[in-house]
């Protein structure tokens, strides 16, 4: 029953509302930690990647966007043009690695580096991560994004003959 209202949830916030700039693909939820489901936009090519959360006056509580990296790498984020502070969650095959909190809106002086490889980024609004208790280390589960995937199966199957 959780799972058909989760799944009807998603069905409603992906369809796209008039004058939205991207329709929601997917969740986030931070292990252990009640109430830190957020709704994530999905970043994955380098157009969607440079274009991210720039230009938007506001983000809902429970929304943010997820920027995929395959493969993992190290990467440098800044605010050119975000116009609202964020949090920075740096996330390797699903365990955060870095926290930047309160990343200074719409300047270009201050980066935000990685420090080590990651597979992902989820920016949030800033104090999501106080707010929810996020520490380095904690577990994350990605769902409904096709792009993320730590299960390590093989995609190719071999068929006897």
Do not use: C
């Not at 274009?51 to 990296?69: D, H, I, P, T």
Request: overall charge positive.
């Amino acid at each position: 029953m959780k799972r058909i209202i989760v799944s009807i949830l998603l069905l409603m916030l992906l369809i796209e509302p008039q004058g939205s700039a991207k329709a929601l693909e997917g969740l986030v939820k931070f292990s252990n930690k009640k109430d830190s489901t957020v709704f994530l936009e999905v970043a994955v090519t380098n157009e969607q990647k440079e274009k991210g959360l720039m230009n938007r006056s506001s983000l809902a509580n429970n929304r943010g966007m997820v920027f995929v990296f395959r493969p993992a790498r190290n990467v440098t984020f800044w605010m050119k043009d975000t116009l609202i502070s964020l949090d920075m969650i740096f996330i390797n095959n699903g365990s955060i690695v870095k926290i930047v909190k309160g990343a200074i809106p719409n300047q270009t002086e201050i980066v935000y580096p990685s420090d080590s490889e990651v597979t992902e980024v989820v920016e949030v609004n800033s104090g999501f991560s106080d707010n929810h208790g996020l520490q380095i280390g904690d577990k994350v589960i990605f769902e409904n994004i096709s792009h993320i995937d730590y299960s390590k199966k093989s995609k190719l199957m071999i068929v006897g003959r």
